[in-house]
């Protein structure tokens, strides 16, 4: 069965350290996309990234990259000099092929940046 | 701007009442969907569907129900709310031509109390 787990609950950080979250998945299909979703307190999730399961590439996107390692079945985070406006809850999810755009989410990772 | 609008922020009701949760999007997407936010549970996944007058059974159906009449319209019903179904429930769109790796977009959640 499709799982995702972020083991991290909560981390708290300080302005301009890096800061990389945690995401383990598993899933018997060979075909799968995996995202990355922010929830500030406003409470609307907003998509960062997706990936699917043939594209190991690393990304980055300005302080944020993403390391896709199928090897170890992880999908991990890392904002680099982090700054307050990242304070939120982030979540890790995972769609399979055959499933019509459905996402399982990880449990969230709430993060807090403190100035 | 794309949009998922959630009617009501914050509910509260009362043990046994019907509870209406309703959701509309402006972006002419097939897929709709109904996932319930819990601390330490992540975001799971309610009820969706694919096209009017149809709907699938998520993870966590029970004690729900759902209906969608108009495209852009999917309403998510609690026949007889308790005070364990006291979440935040969000509501996402996606289109079909996206695929399983399809973007989900979000509302901005509606907090629901139950007393």
């Known amino acids: 069965a499709q799982k995702v787990t972020q083991a991290q609950t909560e981390i708290s950080v300080v302005e301009k350290e890096d800061v990389t979250l945690d995401c383990v998945y598993e899933?018997?299909?060979?075909?799968?996309?995996l995202f990355w979703y922010k929830q500030p307190p406003s409470g609307e999730l907003v998509f960062l990234i997706r990936?699917?399961?043939?594209?190991?590439q690393n990304e980055i996107s300005g302080r944020y990259s993403w390391n896709f390692q199928k090897s170890t079945s992880s999908f991990n985070f890392t904002i680099t000099a982090s700054q307050v406006v990242d304070s939120a809850v982030y979540f890790c999810?995972?769609?399979?092929?055959?499933?019509?755009?459905?996402?399982?989410f990880g449990q969230g990772t709430e993060l807090s940046v403190k100035p | 701007d794309v949009k998922v609008t959630q009617s009501s922020r914050y509910l509260v009701k009362r043990t046994g009442e019907k509870v209406f949760l309703e959701c509309v999007q402006d972006?002419?997407?097939?897929?709709m969907f109904w996932y319930r936010q819990d601390p330490g549970l992540g975001l799971r996944l309610i009820y969706f569907?694919?096209?009017?007058?149809?709907?699938e059974k998520g993870d966590i159906p029970e004690g729900y129900s759902v209906s969608r009449e108009k495209k852009e319209r999917f309403s998510l019903i609690l026949e007889s709310a308790s005070t364990n179904q006291t979440s935040m429930y969000l509501c996402?769109?996606?289109?079909?031509?996206?695929?399983?790796?399809?973007?989900?977009?979000f509302g901005e959640g509606s907090r629901l109390t139950v007393l």
């Open positions: 996402a769109s996606s289109t079909l031509a996206g695929g399983p790796d399809g973007e989900l977009f």
């Open positions: 899933t018997r299909d060979t075909t799968y996309y």
């Open positions: 990936r699917n399961s043939f594209d190991e």
């Open positions: 999810a995972l769609s399979e092929n055959n499933q019509g755009g459905k996402l399982i």
């Open positions: 972006m002419d997407h097939e897929n």
């Open positions: 569907s694919y096209d009017v007058k149809m709907k």
